[in-house]
Nanobody, 122 residues
Framework: QVQLVESGGGLVQAGDSLRLSCAAS?????KAWFRQAPGKQREFVAA????????SYADSVKGRFTISRDNAKNTVYLQMNSLKSEDTADYYC??????????????????WGQGIQVTVSS
């Protein structure tokens, strides 16, 4: 089983930036980020294809967040700019064990990280 470890979370002020990292212990294909705010359901944030040539973003983060990957390091990143208080949540890294035709925006990935907290003060 592949293990995913997130890092880079923390407490920041509105308008600030953070970069989350997720390192995988084994081979993965498409990767994604989800988040879960207090009292809310887990929601899709961003996804990236195996080669990094395709990306998908939730409307709430489009234009502010950027997902990228470094396959040599087996790591996916989420650059978060212009952070808002509504971005406060536990962020989860996800990855697939097989290739998919298109990017998946539902929480059906094969591997999941333990989650990392991002808090944005206003």
């Amino acid at each position: 089983q592949v293990q995913l470890v997130e890092s880079g979370g923390g407490l920041v002020q509105a308008g600030d930036s953070l970069r989350l990292s997720c390192a995988a212990s084994g081979r993965t294909y498409a990767k994604a980020w989800f988040r879960q705010a207090p009292g809310k359901q887990r929601e899709f944030v961003a996804a990236i294809s195996w080669l990094g040539d395709k990306t998908s973003y939730a409307d709430s983060v489009k234009g502010r967040f950027t997902i990228s990957r470094d396959n040599a390091k087996n790591t996916v990143y989420l650059q978060m700019n212009s952070l808002k208080s509504e971005d406060t949540a536990d962020y989860y890294c996800a990855a697939d064990a097989v290739r998919t035709v298109g990017l998946v925006t539902t929480p059906t990935y094969d591997y999941w990280g333990q989650g990392i907290q991002v808090t944005v003060s206003s």
